[in-house]
Nanobody
């Protein structure tokens, strides 16, 4: 089992920045990929960014160049630095962890609201 706790959401004006953080505990020795997803009202949950155990990062086209994902294996955290935020970035952001055996775990989510 892996437990995930997100923090850092809030209200920000368009063009502003926020940093989300996710702390993992539990079976942390078997984590493969750490990443972030988001779900806007009325929409399906969508992938935002991921950081693999091999050190590679990937981003959705909608956030590329504005968001940066980072991972601290010593602290078992994954952060998402979000710059140049837009109203369409408004969503609940979820931390996701995929273990080496393929099991997926989710945090409870943190709300990001970007006002125009």
């Amino acid at each position: 089992q892996v437990q995930l706790v997100e923090s850092g959401g809030g209200l920000v004006q368009a063009g502003g920045s926020l940093r989300l953080s996710c702390a993992a505990s539990g079976r942390i020795f078997s984590i493969n990929v750490m990443g972030w997803y988001r779900q806007a009202p009325g929409n399906q949950r969508e992938w935002v960014a991921r950081f693999t155990s091999g050190g590679t990062t990937d981003y959705a086209d909608s956030v590329k160049g504005r968001f940066t994902i980072s991972r601290d294996n010593a602290k078992n955290t994954v952060d998402l630095q979000m710059n140049s935020l837009k109203p369409e970035d408004t969503a609940v952001y979820y931390c996701n962890v995929r273990l080496l055996n393929g099991a997926n775990y989710w945090g409870k989510g943190t709300l990001v609201t970007v006002s125009s």
